[in-house]
């Protein structure tokens, strides 16, 4: 694998994107449109009216991948450099499953405040904001600043893509199960950005907040623990006697793991209760297997990060069909209720007949939903146009978009270039 992908990276040139123009360019007369002097007409008119940068820019499909290199995948503080080939990794998903244009930017700069004044002065260059891979509890400050202070959405997929597509799977497997949302017990292992973010998405979709119990490497999040308490965990912290991860996952009905691997045992698993909902998402390695759960509780429901086990948690489900509908509406940010519908889609997409080309691609000869399909396949493209759709009629509705759309319309002519 490291050879095949250092390979696959460098040949036959370097890196995994590049720019291609959408006009010609051929003759004196194509240039002179292309630049001067026919470009100033319509660089008049969007000093006019600047909106109309959506109209003869290609800002309306364009998004920025930015990181600080400080959490990279499972890599840690590896730096900006370093952390280069996941952007453009990030920039090619983009292209591949939502047809939107996206810009890698690493930026070697640590201090928040500093980021903050730096992403937020790109806004006349994007039509969205995507943040990645930079370490917690910094991220939270850097989301939170530059949606109050930019007109275009901001999305911290770490936290926001992988809460979407689990809760996803959370709602499927409830149904599975005849299992009330409001009533459920969760316990959580992870403290960082992605946990605080799934946990709040959890009471959006209707878990009560008093039912979500979190353990990190000290031990249960408790109101009463020595450290001071993060402002953005104040969602993790419970009156609650429990202080070890064990404690808080006997009778939970709902597992989420955004931790290290091995954390769990079979003896924890025995301990939840019937027909649990078990999501160890650490990667590579879960913290605890699929084979380690499915030999304790068959009647279970898994999913984890890994494509090699049902029910991936791939945020590819997630951040292309977000910004496509996001950009499509010229949205100004991304809200709750965008993010909620994008999870109810994505869980409706999963109850549909799985089609013979998204069986071929996985080389598979069935697949239907049930306890090993609550979440659908990255290389179905209907995933792209209900979501989307979703995503789009969601933020008309919540009064962020510019421009109003047919949602119906607008489906269609997704499926129509998609399906």
């Known amino acids: 694998m490291k050879e095949a992908s250092l390979k696959y990276h460098r040949e036959p040139v370097p890196g995994k994107i590049e720019?291609?123009?959408t006009k010609p360019c051929e003759n004196q007369n194509d240039l002179s449109l292309a630049y001067t002097p026919g470009v100033a007409a319509p660089c008049l008119e969007i000093a006019k009216h600047e909106d109309l940068v959506y109209e003869y820019t290609g800002k309306g499909n364009l998004v920025a991948v930015i990181s600080d290199g400080t959490a990279v995948l499972g890599l840690g503080d590896i730096g900006p450099a370093a952390g280069k080939p996941v952007m453009e990794g990030k920039s090619v998903l983009f292209k591949r499953f939502g047809g939107v244009n996206a810009f890698?930017?690493?930026?070697?700069?640590?201090?928040p405040d500093k980021l903050i004044e730096i992403i937020a002065?790109?806004?006349?260059?994007?039509?969205?904001?995507?943040?990645?891979?930079?370490?917690?509890?910094?991220?939270?400050k850097i989301e939170r600043e530059l949606i109050k202070r930019m007109n275009i959405p901001v999305f911290h997929d770490d936290q926001h893509g992988t809460a979407v597509i689990a809760g996803a799977g959370v709602i499927n497997a409830l149904d599975i199960f005849n299992k009330d949302i409001s009533k459920i017990k969760v316990a959580m292992s992870g403290a960082g950005a992605a946990a605080v973010s799934?946990?709040?998405?959890?009471?959006a979709l209707g878990v009560n907040r008093n039912n979500i119990f979190a353990a990190d490497?000290?031990?249960?999040?408790?109101?009463?623990r020595d450290e001071m308490k993060s402002i953005y965990h104040e969602v993790l912290y419970r009156d609650t006697d429990a202080r070890k991860l064990a404690d808080i996952m006997d009778g939970a009905d709902l597992f989420i793991g955004v931790s290290v691997k091995g954390l769990v045992s079979k003896d924890m698993i025995k301990s939840m209760a019937k027909h649990p909902i078990i999501f160890p998402m650490a990667n590579p390695d879960p913290e605890i297997t699929y084979e380690e759960v499915k030999s304790v509780c068959p009647d279970s429901v898994i999913g984890t990060g890994r494509s090699d086990y049902p029910n991936q948690v791939n945020n590819v489900l997630g951040f292309p069909a977000i910004f496509r509908g996001a950009l499509d509406i010229r949205a100004r940010a991304i809200t709750e209720n965008?993010?909620?519908?994008?999870?109810?889609?994505?869980a409706r997409v999963a109850r549909m007949d799985v089609p013979e080309n998204v069986l071929k691609a996985y080389g598979l000869k069935e697949l239907k939903f049930g306890a090993d399909y609550v979440i659908p396949k990255p290389f179905d493209r209907r995933v792209?146009?209900?979501e989307a759709g979703s995503v789009a009629e969601a933020g008309i509705k919540d009064g962020v978009a510019r421009i109003d759309i047919d949602i119906d319309e607008y489906k269609k002519n997704l499926a129509a270039k998609w399906l």
């Open 19 to 21: 720019i291609t123009t």
């Open 104 to 111: 890698d930017i690493e930026l070697a700069e640590k201090d």
């Open 198 to 203: 799934i946990a709040e998405h959890l009471v």
């Open 217 to 224: 490497s000290k031990g249960v999040l408790y109101n009463g």
């Open 384 to 386: 792209l146009v209900e």
């Open 121 to 140: 002065s790109m806004e006349p260059s994007f039509g969205g904001i995507n943040l990645e891979d930079i370490s917690s509890p910094r991220c939270f």
């Open 338 to 346: 965008m993010k909620i519908a994008a999870t109810h889609a994505l």
